[in-house]
């Protein structure tokens, strides 16, 4: 489960991030594509993600801390035993895939000059910077894919393609939800490439927003634990 882990969230975060670089970076030949390409972009990093994850022997294609811990705190087929590993897995494919998006793009960060566009290829931030607004809103969105994803795998004709709608789920999430925030919702996914962005020798790429940082572990936490019990009951799996 350890490596389906790694490599799973590795290309989740390489495609995601990727599809950010590219349309905030300047001279990339996608920038200014806008949000609809980085919301289907990450849908299919979703799909790949879960897919490539499965893959490997004992795979479990999680990718996402608060889908680990939302499925222990509910009792969904998660051992507590097993979430240090699994959350450990995911956070090193993080840092993989932002290390690979940083070497994909590398001639382009000197030839940006917003730190602000350096850091979003990497984390998430606010639209608006409202500490109650913000984690309510990744409250919700990872309520909505935990909720979701419990939904998908419980009807047997959906979680045969489970990946697939686990992918359109998180695009609805994104057009729908991410106008606040980014619609981290995976604590993973934006804390380990912060990490990373704070790490890396990128020129003139300022500070890693530590401050905000916190909002996108905490409500997606939070909103996965919810879900993730709110679908038991509801669905009485």
Do not use: C
């Not at 350890?2 to 996608?30: C, P, Q, R, Y």
């Not at 801390?65 to 998660?78: K, M, N, S």
């Not at 090193?92 to 590398?106: M, R, T």
């Not at 290829?121 to 935990?146: H, K, Q």
Request: hydrophobic share 55%; no cysteine.
């Amino acid at each position: 489960m350890f490596l389906g882990e790694v490599v799973g969230t590795a290309v989740l975060v390489l495609i995601g991030d990727g599809v950010v670089a590219g349309v905030l970076l300047n001279k990339s030949k996608a920038q200014n594509s806008g949000w609809v390409v980085i919301t289907w972009a990450w849908a299919i990093a979703v799909v790949m993600g879960v897919l490539t994850s499965i893959a490997v022997t004992d795979g479990i294609g999680h990718i996402n801390p608060a889908v680990t811990i939302g499925f222990a705190a509910a009792d969904l087929g998660v051992e507590w035993s097993d979430v240090p590993m699994l959350i450990g897995g995911q956070f090193l494919g993080a840092f993989i895939g932002a290390i690979l998006v940083w070497l994909a793009y590398l001639v382009h960060w000197g030839e940006t000059e917003d730190p602000g566009l350096k850091l979003a290829v990497f984390s998430t931030g606010p639209a608006i910077r409202n500490t109650a607004a913000n984690l309510i809103t990744e409250i919700i969105g990872t309520f909505m894919l935990v909720f979701g994803v419990a939904a998908i795998f419980e009807n047997e004709a959906a979680a045969a393609l489970g990946a697939f709608f686990v992918g359109l789920l998180v695009l609805g999430i994104g057009m729908a939800l991410g106008g606040p925030t980014g619609y981290a919702i995976n604590p993973a996914r934006d804390l380990g490439p912060r990490i990373i962005h704070a790490i890396l020798p990128i020129p003139g790429k300022g500070n890693s927003d530590w401050e905000y940082s916190w909002i996108p572990v905490a409500g997606p936490v939070v909103g996965g634990v919810i879900g993730a019990l709110a679908a038991k009951a509801i669905f009485d799996l």
